[in-house]
Each structure stands twice: as C-alpha cells, then as structure tokens.
C-alpha cells in the first residue's frame, strides 16, 4: 500500500487540511470500527506507540491485525503566521501533529507572492525540506504529495510555489497534485491577481496535477447544498464516538462549525474520494499515477476541472439518496462544477469516473455510452474515459461520483485572471510592492503573464478543433515478405 503526504500552506491550506483530517477519521471510524491499523488507515497517518522510546516509536501494518495506538497525520504545516496553525494545535485534531512537521513564522508574507516565495522562501528552505524529508522517510512507499494552498495570498501562492519547486527538485519520482483555491472576482486582496499569475507559472512548470477552485464556485455549492439538504439531518452511524480508537486524543473531533467550514468540507470529500480506490478495494481501483498517466496528454495542460456529486457539506449528514443516473447528469452541469464554466460546452480533452459504494460495472458503461453521444471529445481521443470503482461508499451516502476532466473551459478562468492582471499591470500599480523584495526581478511578471497567454492558446487553440472532422492518416501496410522479393 502506499501513502500520501499533505503539505497545507497558509491559512487556507491549513483551514482545508483541518477539514480534511477531521472527515478523513470520521471515515475511517465508521468503517474500520474494530480500531485495526491497516493498510487503508496507513496511506494518511502513521500508528505510534508513545511509551516506546522518548519520542515513541512507528508501529507497522504487519499483518493488517494491530490496534491503533495513537494516529499522527501523514502531513506538514506551514505558514508564515501562527494563527490558523495554533488554533489548530489547541484544537480536538491537535494530537495528529507534533512540532517535528510544523513550519511557522511570526509576521506573514502580506499578501504578496514575492515575500512569501523570494523573502520566506529563501529563508525556511532548508527547514522545511528537512521537515518534509523526515515525514518521507516514515512512509513505506511514498507515492504522492498534495499541496493545500490558495492563489490569491502571499503565503499559499508564494511559499507554496517554491515548496513545489524544492520537491520536484529534491523527490522527482513522487506526484506532485495541487489543489489551488482561486480568489473570487470581489476579492478583499487587490493584489491576488498579481500573486495568482506568478504561482501560475510555476504550478505550469512543476506540478504534475492541478485542481483549480475558486471561492465564489464554493460559496455557490455551499448554498446549493444548504437549500436541498437541512442542516439538522444527521446520520447516526457517521457520528465519531468519544474515546474512539480514532479519533484525536481528547476524545472526539469539533461539532461546532467555523466559518468556511463547509467550503471546506467540499474541497476535503474531493481528496477523499479521489484517493479512495488507492485506500479500498474495489472492482475498479484507480491509483493516483493513474490519474496523471490518462488525464494529461501533455505535460504543461494539466489542470483539471472537478464536480463532486451528491453534493454535501456537513460533516455527518443523511443526504436524500439520488438516483445514480442522475449523478451522473449532475457532475456534467455547470452548477456542480468547482470552476465557474461549463465543461458541455467546451472539449474534453479526457475524463475521469471515480465512483464509489454499491455501483455495478453495467451501470457505468450505460451512462458512458449515453454521455459519450452528448459531450465533445478530441478527434485523438475519443474514448477518453478512465473509470474507477471503489466499493466503500461514502459516510452517510450509498454511492457517489467524483469527476475529473482535462476540458478546455478551463481557459476562460485563465483568461478572467490575466485581464485582472492587466488592469492592474498596464498602470503598474503595486509593483514596487513586488520590486522591492529581495530577489525579485521586474522580468518575472512578463514571464508570469507569457506563460499564462502560452497556456490560454493552447487550450484555445485545441477548443477551436471542436465539432470539426479531422481525416486520420491511414497506418502504415505491413506486407509479408515473398520469395520473389529476395535477391
């Protein structure tokens, strides 16, 4: 089995990694009740038995038959204020972590990606690759990092970028997959458009996987949600017990909500279940190389769109069931998507189907037969899909349907951004904000915003292919060779 490291940068990273880990224990609690520590449990978090040692010591899976001792998180907090960090140290999750994978500074990168990426970059860098290689060297196999950070800041756009950058440079042969939350259109930061460029260009360059988001998407699906599933509807057999083998160490995890907890939670049930067929069995499992292998035709056009259906927020909720095909034409609507587009009417370059709980193979086939006749593929790639089927169902649902698409209406994001960024640039507003950072060059905009362009063409360049006839070039005819073609 393998495991997956979570690096949360800044104060969104860290508030999305809390969700996380926090559904991440209610999963494991309602399905792993007898507090084994198995192979599933160990993907995210290591079994460590305090009274071995000083610092206690690992237990490992072995046979799949130990009981949980306590559970540390697979994971490494940053940022450059301590807020978000400490609140979650005092908190229920606090036991999850300990000082050996906490980065933190005092005065925050000021919304500025220059600060965070050149000042703070240049100044932790070695603190927090020793931090990330101790977490690596505990995990057995270590097959993939997700980065947790937002664009729009200077702490997750700007620090987080250059940690990409050290881990592409230091583990190259381990996935790189960011969640990138990107600031809304009325955001309260003036300068997020500058930051979200600059990160752009260097997600472009080093990460192997881009999940982009944006604010005002969640915030929509949030209110979707709220209006179709009350609140007060909860599930009795998802609830975390006290004292339970896995929950934190205090004895159970937060009931009471904080604000932009259920944005979170959307972003937090998206890791989960995409990470779902690498943690369970299942007819169909989809490990996380696979992801990439079929979904990234190229290597700089890797963002991927992603719809998550049904759609819930709380943390233990008995959601309405839902007709299965009917998920099915949920996760291609555009109000169920992650971005603000609509992906029907944009070509997909390919697909991804990862669903899971009491979902049988036919079913599968028979909506990709009938989404197939609906939806604009790639002359190259017309059987785009990639399926995967886990058989564990989500807390408090008997099924569910991730979505992930490597589809052209990702362009119009990048284009929004980069006119955001020209209002800015072309009265060279702020920039001496930027200028006047250590090792920061006046070239890297025009780079930032090069590349950007580079992407949006390319993406529109393959759009325009849509819905024209393309003549394949016959394969090559390979004769047998005859006697008589011997000299």
Known sequence: MTQSIIVQLGQCGNQIGCRFWDLALREYATINKSGVYNDSVSSFFRNVDSKIGNEGADLLV???????????????????EQGVVKQILDGPLGSLFDDSQLVTGVSGSGNNWAVGHHMY???????IIDTVRRSAEKCDCLQCFFLLHSMGGGTGSGLGTMVLNQLRDEFPDVYRFTIAVYPSIDDDVITSPYNSVLAMKELTECADCVLPI??????????????????????????????SSLAAQSGSVDSKEKP??????????????????????GSLNVDI??????????????YLTSSLTPLYTTKDVRAPITRLDQIFSDAFSPEFQMINANPRHNLYLACALLLRGKVEVSDIRRNIDIWSSKLDFVYWNQQGWKT????????????????LANNTCIKDTMD????????????KAHIHHYTGVDGFEMDEFDQA??????????????????????QLVPRLKVYPVTSSLIL
């Open 121 to 127: 970059g240049a100044m932790y860098r070695d603190s």
């Open 62 to 80: 072995g046979s799949g038959r130990g009981k949980i001792r306590a559970l540390k998180a697979r994971a490494v907090l940053l940022d450059m």
């Open 388 to 403: 995967g089927l886990c058989s564990v169902p989500p807390v408090g649902v008997p099924y569910s349907l991730l979505t």
């Open 289 to 302: 190389n696979e992801i990439s292998m079929n979904l990234v035709p190229f290597p700089r056009l890797h």
């Open 449 to 470: 915003l090069t590349s950007l362009s580079s992407e949006i063409d390319e993406y529109r360049e393959l759009n325009d292919s849509m819905g024209k006839r393309h």
């Open 416 to 427: 929004n951004l980069r006119e955001r960024f020209n209002r800015l640039y072309k009265r």
């Open 214 to 243: 944006e604010n005002q998407s969640l915030m929509q699906l949030v209110k979707s949600a709220s209006d179709k599933f009350p609140k007060k509807s909860h599930h009795p057999s998802s609830a975390m017990k006290a004292g």
């Open 260 to 281: 932009f907890d259920s944005m979170n939670n959307i972003v937090a049930n998206l890791m989960l279940n995409m990470t779902s067929s690498a943690r369970f069995e």
